[in-house]
C-alpha cells in the first residue's frame, strides 16, 4: 500500500491532518516530517530522510508551503534507497484526502499521481 | 580570476563572521517581510561550517570543500535558506569536482549552475526580490570582467525597491517595496566575502 509522507512546518497541523485522514483510509499508511525539534516550526530535511526510512513500501511526499517543498525535493535527490518516492505539488489537505483513499483502495503510485493531477492541476 | 581552495575555505570562515554581525540586521528584516528566522539561521548555518573548517585545514580540492559546506548548511539553517545554500555549494562541489582551482570559464560554470540550481529549488527568477537578483548581476559582472563590487551593491540596492512575488515575504505584496529581501542581503555578505577570494 503507497504510503504517504505529509511534510508541514507544523506538526500539530501534520498530526490533525493525519487523524483527519484516517477516518477516511484508516488502513493507509501516514508518516509525518513536521515541525522541529522542541515543537518549533518549521522545515527539516533530516526528518523527511528519517520518514524514507521508514517507509513499508513506495511513497508519495506532500508538502505546505515554501521550504517545505524545497526540503521534500533536496531529500528526493540525495535519497539513495530504492523505494520509489514521489512528490506532486498539490494542495496538503484535499490532495492528502483523495491520495490517502485511493491509496487505501490499492491504487499505484502512477494511478494515484494521475488522479491528483487531475484533480488540482487543472 | 582564480579561486583556490584555500582562499575559498577562508572566504568561507570571513562570511560566517560578517553573518554573525549583521544576525540582528538579518532577523529584523525577515520580521517585517517574513517569519522573523533568517539571521538566527544564517547564523546557526555559518558558524557550523566554521566549526566544520577549523577542524579540517586541509581539502583535497574545490569540490571536496563544497561538498562539506553544503551538507552542513543543508542540516543546520532551517527554513528556505537551508535547501537554497545548500543547493549552491552542492552545485559548486559537483561542477568543481577534483579542480583545485578554478579560474575562466570552470570559474564561470560553478557560479552558473550554482544559480540555475537556487532558481530550480526555488522557483524563482530574477526580478522577484529573491537573493537571485544579487547573485545574477554578480555573475554578469564575472563573466564580463566587470566590477563584482559594484554589480552587488547595484543588485541589493535594486531588490529593495522592487516587489516580492516568491517566497513568504510575496504573501505582504506591496508592502515589501522599499524593504531590503534579508535573503538577498545575506547573499551580498557572503559573494562580498567570495569576491575577496578571487585574485588574478
Ligand atoms: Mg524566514
Redesign the interface.
Known sequence: MINLILVSHSGKLAEGLKDLLREMAAETPILLAAG?ADGK??????RIEQAFGNISDDALILTDI??AT??A??ALELYAGDRDIRFVDVPLVEGGFLAAVLSGQGKSLDEIITALEAEFKK | MKLTTNDLRTALLNAADKMEEHKDELTDLDREIGDGDHGINMSRGFQAVKKELEAKQDFADLGELSKLVGMTLIKTVGGASGPLYGTIFVKFANTWKGVGEAEGDALVSGFEEALEGIKTRGKADAGEKTMIDVWTPFINALKSEGDLSHAIDEGLAHSKTIMATKGRASYFGEATKGVQDPGALSSSLLLNELKEALHD
Open positions: 522541529l516550526i518549521g522545515t527539516d530535511v533530516g515554501g521550504s524545497m526540503n525535493e533536496l
